[in-house]
């Protein structure tokens, strides 16, 4: 009896240490997704003078790619590309007369995908988000629902609340901010200037809650999206102004952040990822952020509007000071993470996410060199190489989409700011983006788009 109690003892010892061997290669991930944060608006990105120590920092210790994409240029489908690892067309999670999901909304993401924190927790990982989620604000749609053990933020857009609509036609549509804690609302009496503290503190406590077992952890401020608040530690200090302001304490944040991993010894197993979800609302104007030498910005399919910011730091396996030209968008980080935390991509669907592990840690190029970019469900444009192809355009503001009948060409290689169009000297190139445009067409399921499904009520 003695002995079979022993045993008894033992075995569960072994269960025990191989569960804590099968955990412990696997390295925690932080994915800090900043929203609509312009390509231009880092130090490491080139802003003269907003101040982003920590993000610059960032970059030294590890990678920075200067062709990364989104898969939408705005916010709740580019969010949804990157839970996915899939366009939002395939998924349903875009519309034709809504682009992004609103208060009055009632749908959110489909139950039939497959998120990265539900394929990293059937491989042990603990899961929280902190932030915007704007996947869906009602019950079945929460973080909480799509594989998030916990959840704290503001559900959507931090401009969608009564506070600043309330000389809106359509105010009763958009009731106070709800400040969320996993499926409830805690709050409705948000103070936003205190919100990016307040992300850092509960970033910082999941952490700490979950630093035993590899975690995942989603953090997507709210911000720079207008209205624009900083607290008064950071209020009036930027050149920049208040945007400036806000972004300086996102980078104070991210810097809370390092300093906690650093402090508890977790920063050599843990990937942290930096980046936006969409480029700059131009038509903010001052309050509005910059794409730098890109081409207008948030809500269009020029380089500006959909090509972002991205740092990544892992001590010790992505060498510090890296430039990395090659392409890649936040598709690639489904795919990458699921890899790395030795989980299963799913193989019932179409995942357009590649893994660019070999692209972070120098050992290749990661596979396919195109990249589709959508506008709601329509494609606009495709790129392959160095070059791409606008079959159509709209600028910022106008609301207007041009259809190119003779599709304008750029090399963004010497061409960034897609200034100089080069189609009539490359027929047969415009022939083969042509080619890849209608190949990835026919590859897309028509789908029932769901930001479509609103309820609107009375609207005084
Ligand atoms: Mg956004």
Redesign the pocket.
């Known amino acids: 009896m003695k002995m079979l109690k022993i045993l008894f003892f033992l075995g569960l010892s072994f269960t025990t240490l191989a569960q804590q061997n099968s955990t412990a290669t696997r390295p925690n991930v932080v994915v800090i997704f900043a ?2 944060l312009g390509y231009g608006d880092l130090g490491c990105f080139g802003h003269p003078n907003i101040l982003t120590p920590n993000l610059d920092k960032m970059a030294q210790n590890g990678a920075k790619l200067t062709s990364f994409y989104v898969a939408a240029n ?2 709740s489908p ?1 969010r949804a590309a990157l839970m996915t690892g899939r366009y939002p067309v395939r998924s349903g999670m875009t519309g034709e007369r809504f682009r992004v999901l609103f208060p009055f909304s009632t749908n959110g993401l489909p139950k039939d995908e497959v998120t990265l924190p539900e394929v990293l927790k059937t491989v042990g990982y603990s899961t929280g988000m902190v932030g915007k989620w704007h996947m869906g604000h009602l019950p079945g749609h929460l973080p909480t629902d799509n594989g998030f053990d916990s959840y704290y933020g503001i559900p959507y857009s931090n401009d969608m609340g009564y506070e600043d609509l309330k000389s809106h036609p359509y105010k009763k549509m958009f009731p106070p901010l709800p400040m969320m804690e996993n499926d409830k609302v805690a709050s409705t009496n948000v103070d936003q200037t205190q919100m990016t503290k307040d992300y850092t503190n509960k970033a910082i406590e999941f952490i700490d809650k979950n630093k035993t077992k590899p975690f995942f952890l989603y953090y997507a401020p709210n911000f720079p ?1 207008v209205p624009l608040y900083a607290s008064n530690d950071f209020k009036g200090k930027s050149k920049r102004g208040l945007y400036g302001d806000v972004v300086e304490e996102l980078d104070w944040s991210v810097g809370k952040i390092f300093d906690y991993l650093k402090a508890n010894n977790l920063d050599k197993n843990t990937l942290v990822i930096f980046t936006s ?2 480029g700059p609302w131009l038509t903010e104007g001052i309050e509005g952020g910059s794409a730098g030498l890109l081409r207008n910005g ?1 809500g269009t399919c020029w380089e500006g509007g959909m090509r972002v910011p991205f740092i990544a730091q892992w001590n010790g396996v992505i060498k510090p000071s890296q430039v990395i030209t090659s392409m890649a968008s936040t598709m690639d980080l489904y795919t990458t993470i699921i890899n790395m935390a030795k989980g299963t991509v799913p193989t019932d669907r179409t995942v357009d996410g590649k893994d660019i592990m070999p692209l972070l840690t120098n050992k290749g190029e990661k596979t396919g060199d195109e990249f589709f970019y959508y506008d709601a469900a329509q494609l606009f444009a495709v790129r392959k190489g160095s070059w791409k192809l606008h079959l159509k355009s709209t600028d910022v503001g106008s609301g207007n989409i041009t259809v190119h009948v003779a599709p304008m060409l750029f090399n963004l290689e010497n061409d960034p700011s897609e200034a100089y169009n080069v189609a009539k000297d490359n027929a047969e190139i415009v022939k083969q983006l042509r080619e890849a445009a209608a190949r990835h067409e026919k590859s897309v399921e028509k789908k029932h788009y769901i930001f479509d499904d609103v309820k609107l009520g009375n609207n005084n």
């Open positions: 929203d609509d705005v916010c580019s999206h979800d969409n948030k």
